[in-house]
């Protein structure tokens, strides 16, 4: 008899629609954190602590009290409504960790990349990466404390970001902050796939 959290679906029930979502941007963004304050289960850190070896390797100017940093992924799960079962995925920000890309992205609907004022051009290389890829993106600008606030507007260009690209601001701590940011990048990625549109609000 099975029962619990595993037991097989009542007969004539939908299962939820599986979503892919990748969690990018530059190293020190908050990209771990965004998946841990929004995952429902136990996240899946590959978190290392920053050594000697990292000194002229990684430039944390900006961040320098950060300790450790991801040097696989961060994974996540969220469901929403019922509906939909988000998978998240946070690649690792060090150009030495780029290879990886690849396979973090396969198969993702759409990518949230994260920004720092202080570090906004951290930012291209995933900006480029998607770009080139053609997967829908939006830029969630992570409100760090003592960070100069910028107009969304200024952002956009200063990235040189299309109009069609969403750039809004976001706290990586909060949790109706990080869900916000995920609906809006599925609403923006099935816009952009032509898909059926169902808004999955009220997460």
Same mark, same amino acid.
């Given at each position: 008899?099975?029962?619990?959290?595993?037991?097989?679906?009542?007969?004539?029930?939908?299962?939820?629609?599986?979503?892919?979502?990748?969690?990018?941007?530059?190293?020190?963004?908050?990209?771990?954190?965004?998946?841990?304050?929004?995952?429902?289960?136990?996240?899946?850190?590959?978190?290392?602590?920053?050594?000697?070896?990292?000194?002229?390797?990684?430039?944390?100017?900006?961040?320098?009290?950060?300790?450790?940093?991801?040097?696989?992924?961060?994974?996540?799960?969220?469901?929403?409504?019922?509906?939909?079962?988000?998978?998240?995925?946070?690649?690792?920000?060090?150009?030495?960790?780029?290879?990886?890309?690849?396979?973090?992205? %396969? +198969?993702?609907?759409?990518? /949230?990349? =994260?920004? $720092?004022? *202080? !570090? #906004?051009?951290? &930012?291209?290389?995933?900006?480029?990466?998607?770009?080139?890829?053609?997967?829908?993106?939006?830029?969630?600008?992570?409100?760090?404390?003592?960070?100069?606030?910028?107009?969304?507007?200024?952002?956009?260009?200063?990235?040189? %970001? +299309?109009?069609?690209?969403? /750039?809004? =601001?976001? $706290?990586? *701590? !909060? #949790?109706?902050? &990080?869900?916000?940011?995920?609906?809006?990048?599925?609403?923006?990625?099935?816009?952009?796939?032509?898909?059926?549109?169902?808004?999955?609000?009220?997460?």
């Amino acid at each position: 008899m099975v029962s619990g959290p595993s037991r097989l679906p009542e007969r004539g029930r939908r299962l939820p629609t599986a979503v892919k979502i990748v969690i990018a941007g530059g190293f020190g963004v908050g990209k771990t954190t965004m998946v841990a304050t929004v995952s429902e289960t136990k996240p899946l850190r590959t978190e290392e602590v920053l050594t000697d070896e990292s000194v002229g390797v990684d430039d944390i100017s900006g961040v320098e009290k950060k300790r450790t940093t991801t040097v696989a992924m961060d994974f996540g799960r969220i469901t929403m409504r019922d509906e939909y079962v988000v998978y998240l995925f946070g690649t690792p920000g060090q150009e030495r960790f780029w290879f990886m890309w690849d396979e973090v992205s %396969l +198969g993702a609907l759409g990518a /949230v990349v =994260l920004a $720092d004022t *202080r !570090r #906004l051009s951290d &930012c291209f290389p995933s900006v480029d990466y998607f770009e080139r890829r053609g997967t829908p993106f939006i830029v969630a600008v992570n409100c760090f404390e003592g960070a100069r606030q910028y107009d969304l507007a200024e952002i956009q260009l200063a990235l040189n %970001l +299309g109009p069609s690209v969403p /750039v809004m =601001l976001c $706290d990586a *701590r !909060r #949790l109706d902050s &990080c869900k916000q940011v995920l609906i809006d990048l599925v609403l923006h990625a099935m816009k952009a796939r032509g898909l059926a549109q169902e808004e999955p609000q009220n997460a």
